[in-house]
């Protein structure tokens, strides 16, 4: 290296080093908060009892031992989500000689496949000032007179643990997950380093140990973690008594005292609502107290108060969002697993209820958003959309219903009701998005087509038409309600020029893949159109409105009777179709 870049290298890290020591270089303040994160194993979480066949390999006991104490700790909310059972206690199958547990859902085996440590020399040459120059910048010398080579002799100790790890469900006798999990721990000592000795292989192949059992409950089990959060420090928008009141409540804050925090940051925000710095630290104590909902709304509500993007506030959406989704799995399998609640005698009787008083009886939150398109501004009108959606509101009311109705919706007027709608999403809730309008679909996509669209090509579709997947189907996924359910009356043909359609566009609307927990319905089978009928309502919820009036019928019975009358009436023209992955049963009223 030549001398002057070796002086130049050494001004910067003198420079470095006297901020680092004066304090001039800033980091953003941060707060812990806890977080509660699903198993990385989706499918996990649906095992309720566990039996851990005995690990292979060196150290396999232990392994056999610390995973069974892990899964039958595993509470959330004071729930236990796993039992487990003794694998000696399971019988061979006949002819298969596989074991199988009469009461276990799911075999955790495996092997540790490494578990030893080694040592390598490394021999090193560095260069080494012997006379310093008489330059100095805030007493640090920045020149070197003289250097010579010097070789450093090492020694580095790696340990590694390594493990196979599989389930297999113990009734069809498949392996359903299975990874290799590994962790190697290092340390380096040269013999320049007076009085700094290598750890010991068996502790450091401990620590290896630890971080692999670490891996394997993130897997496998439910966990609790903690995760350092950006504070936003600059206050906008507060008069002065109220800055000296949110810095106290910062100061708290960093010092992890946030009960305090946000008893300051509410007594301030009722008066100071336009602040994006005090939304936002309201948002967050809200997600620290894990209101993950009212944390959303409130992130929510900085990010439209500002001007511009900002980092922390798109940060704090992304993450509240993932974690209402763990939450949500979580403690849906947590309510499964809770024991029943003794029966309470009822003090209004069944008949002097009405639909949403029953709903609200059986922990039941219902809301739904219709939306019914008819006079279109570009393209040709239909005649009985927004009597859909009328009649449609007034029926999903009297069975429970809070309903959010957009009749001859623009795009943006659509995308606010879809917002009002999601936020108003939770845990508890059925959610049902019903449209009735114009629907196409390209490549694939299903697009919703707004009254105000101007669509002179296939392009144009992404920035005129709200994206069925993107809009509605990911946003309940995230929201994770109860149960979803959509129904598309809009499949009826394409009404764009032929300049407009998509290279190898088809009728009608795509097939949609049914997320867990949710029912699709269309007024007609994918790819095929559907009638708009004569009278007041479209022929698919003329039949739709009727049957849904009929007390104690599971949901998919109320859509098998719409197929058969709809088939009926159309001389089999149209056929009515759903995509269903639902995992309880829905009912939209009950009478005893």
Request: aromatic share 6%; proline share 4%; charged share 25%.
């Amino acid at each position: 290296m030549k001398k002057s870049a070796r002086v130049y290298l050494q001004i910067v890290a003198g420079v470095v080093t006297a901020a680092l020591l004066q304090g001039c270089l800033q980091t953003v303040p941060k707060v812990n908060i806890n977080v509660l994160k699903a198993p990385e194993f989706d499918e996990a979480i649906q095992y309720k009892v566990f039996s851990v066949r005995p690990f292979g390999g060196q150290y396999g006991a232990q392994m056999t031992r610390d995973i069974d104490a892990a899964l039958a700790s595993n509470r959330v909310e004071g729930v236990a989500l796993i039992k487990t059972v003794p694998f000696e206690s399971m019988a061979p199958t006949q002819g298969k000689g596989k074991p199988v547990a009469a009461s276990a859902d799911a075999i955790v085996g495996g092997e540790v496949t490494a578990a030893s440590w080694n040592d390598q020399s490394q021999n090193r040459t560095e260069q080494e000032c012997v006379v310093q120059g008489d330059t100095k910048f805030l007493g640090i010398s920045l020149d070197c007179k003289q250097y010579r080579e010097v070789t450093r002799y090492c020694t580095k100790r790696n340990a590694t643990f390594s493990a196979a790890v599989r389930v297999t469900d113990a009734r069809g006798q498949h392996t359903v997950w299975g990874r290799n999990f590994s962790h190697t721990v290092e340390n380096l000592v040269c013999q320049h380093e007076s009085g700094k000795t290598l750890p010991s292989g068996a502790s450091m192949l401990g620590a290896a140990y630890a971080q692999v059992m670490a891996q394997v409950r993130s897997a496998l089990i439910a966990t609790e973690q903690r995760l350092a959060v950006e504070l936003m420090e600059e206050p906008d928008g507060l008069p002065e008594a109220a800055k000296a009141k949110f810095t106290g409540a910062l100061a708290f804050a960093k010092e992890g005292r946030m009960d305090r925090a946000c008893e300051l940051f509410g007594g301030l925000y009722e008066q100071n609502k336009q602040s994006v710095a005090l939304t936002f630290s309201m948002g967050l104590c809200q997600e620290a107290r894990g209101r993950l909902w009212e944390a959303i709304e409130l992130y929510k509500t900085a990010d439209e108060l500002t001007q511009k993007p900002t980092p922390i506030v798109s940060e704090a959406l992304s993450r509240v969002s993932l974690h209402v989704k763990d939450v949500n799995k979580v403690r849906g399998i947590a309510k499964e697993s809770a024991p029943a609640a003794a029966p309470q005698a009822q003090s209004i009787k069944d008949q002097a209820l009405t639909a949403a008083q029953k709903a609200q009886v059986q922990g039941e939150h219902r809301i739904a958003l219709v939306i019914g398109n008819a006079r279109y501004r570009n393209i040709t009108a239909l005649r009985n959309s927004v009597n859909d959606a009328q009649d449609m509101e007034t029926a999903l009311k009297n069975k429970g219903f809070e309903v959010i109705r957009v009749s001859d919706g623009t795009r943006e007027q659509i995308v606010q009701a879809v917002r009002s709608f999601e936020l108003k999403i939770k845990s508890n809730t059925t959610a049902l998005v019903f449209y009735a309008g114009h629907g196409v679909q390209a490549r694939g996509v299903n697009y919703l087509i707004p009254v105000d669209a101007r669509i002179q090509s296939g392009a144009d579709l992404s920035t005129e038409a709200i994206d069925m997947d993107l809009s509605i189907m990911r946003r309940l996924e995230d929201r994770n309600p109860r149960l979803s359910i959509i129904i598309l009356d809009a499949c009826r043909n394409n009404p764009f020029p032929a300049s407009a359609r998509s290279a190898g566009e088809q009728a009608g609307l795509a097939s949609v893949n049914a997320p867990r927990g949710s029912i699709v319905a269309f007024s007609t089978a994918p790819n095929r159109t559907a009638e708009d009928g004569t009278g007041r309502n479209g022929l698919y919820t003329k039949h739709l409105l009727k049957e849904l009036q009929v007390p104690n019928r599971k949901i998919e019975d109320v859509f098998k009777r719409v197929r058969e009358n709809v088939m009926k009436e159309s001389s089999n023209g149209q056929t009515p179709w759903e995509n269903s992955a639902l995992t309880g049963d829905f009912y939209f009223s009950v009478t005893r």
